[in-house]
């Protein structure tokens, strides 16, 4: 889980970029008369990116549930309801996808804030910006790992006991 932490660690810091720089991005955009279009193609890419983070995170679950088959089949068999079998699943991604989410915004954060004290972004950073960025890539990452973890979970956890055991041998 630690290669999907880092991507979505990476998308994060984008976005929360992204979005610090936003009002100067616009400003500049605006010279060139394409103000609107700019300004959403900066964002697509930055949540496209943290997104792909998320998209890891699936993966990595689903092979750690495929991994799981058999210890799935045991707590199936010894009559362990559905629903909290799914929810210890979750953990992972989750952690995942928090962690990885927070390093990003703590990282940008501090990038953004550090580059707007030595004017080295010549439009400034906003921290308006910067707090929305951090909130959306909080949200997006949690949101897209449990939409995209919870199928396979939920699928392995729903699979007859017999075959769990037998196919996870």
Known sequence: MVLPAITTATGAYLVVLVFGMS???????ESLGYADEISRAVVLIAVTVLLVGVAE?????????????????????????RAPVVAALLVEPLLAAVL??????LLAVVTG???????????????????????IAV????????????VPTWKAASRPPVQSLASGA
């Open 23 to 29: 009002a100067g991005i616009r400003e500049q955009s």
């Open 57 to 81: 995170v699936a993966v990595v679950t689903t092979r750690t549930v495929a991994h799981r088959t058999r210890e799935l089949g045991v707590l199936a068999a010894n009559g362990v309801p």
């Open 100 to 105: 990885g989410a927070l390093a990003g915004v």
């Open 113 to 135: 804030i550090v580059l707007g004290i030595a004017g080295l972004v010549a439009t400034g950073v906003s921290s308006a910006g910067l707090a929305a960025g951090s909130g």
């Open 139 to 150: 949200v997006v990452s949690v949101a897209a790992a449990v939409a995209t973890s919870v």
